[in-house]
């Protein structure tokens, strides 16, 4: 039986029961391995950084940068979180505005676990520090269909000037029953040094479910699509699956079964033209198919 499956404004002819080594093509490898648990990354022209779920006491979550197109290793740093919950950096993308002098736009972080914060930092032009420029924080937003009662990450739209929070209906992001996805909708904050941002019930301009799909890793938006990784190894991994949310739509309109991996899908980003994916720990880098930005 063959459905039509919209994803990536592409329409292609899927059976009902899909995802294999076809969906993935190892196209590139990390230049060196880390010493730290990968997880959520962000790519910027030729550039990816690479964050982790590692701790190192006061100094933060450890991360890396390389240039991919060179093939090599830029620097390290580390990335604080001020106190505010878990060192945790699950999802991660750049923003629009620059610092002054900076060859790169700000770095957007969304926590895990014991916070639903969005970290903005600014990175050194030499990959060897961060500082922290804005915490984007949810806690006054009420929980309920509008925005959900779990985990947050967050995705800027880098075209239009928005901000895109997924959460959970529910507050555990492994409660099966009941469960499902908030998509919520931002005007962008402008970046003012030091600020707590604290938003609203007033400053939700859109909300929408999109899909049951549990533990969720990193996501990535491009041209008015958002895709999201999700799933675990053992008890989660029947939600191992990479995700496609049509942001104009409000709906799920594509998801690739990533079970027969059988491995954490943990940073996804646009580099190159390609959509790409690593699974945890690991340096090959994977291109998706047939989804092409």
Known sequence: MKRLWVVGGMFVMAGMAFGGPEDLVATRT?????KFVTQGAASYGDIWI??????????????????LKAGKKLGEFYLPMGGRGD?????????????DGANLPYLYVSQWNR???????????????????????PAGLTAGNRFGAGPADWAVDRQNGWLYAISYKVASPIKEEGNTQIVTKFKLPKIADG?????????????????????????????????VLYGSTKRYAKYLALQTIDLAARKETGVIDLKWKNEEPESINIFDGKLLVRFLCRRTLYAVQPIQP
Do not use: W
Request: with cysteine.
């Open 30 to 34: 990390i230049p060196e391995a880390e």
């Open 115 to 137: 916070g639903r914060n969005c970290f903005v930092y600014e990175v050194a032009n030499d990959f060897r520090s961060v500082k922290i420029r804005q915490v984007i924080d």
């Open 50 to 67: 690479q964050g982790s779920s590692t701790r190192n006491g006061e100094k933060g979550m450890p991360a890396a940068a390389y240039d």
């Open 195 to 227: 600020e707590v941002v604290k938003l609203k019930d007033s400053d939700v301009l859109d909300s929408f479910e999109a899909g049951r799909l549990l533990v969720r890793q990193d996501c990535v938006l491009h041209s008015g699509k958002l895709y």
């Open 87 to 99: 060192v945790h950096c699950n999802a991660m993308c750049f923003g629009v505005e620059k610092p």
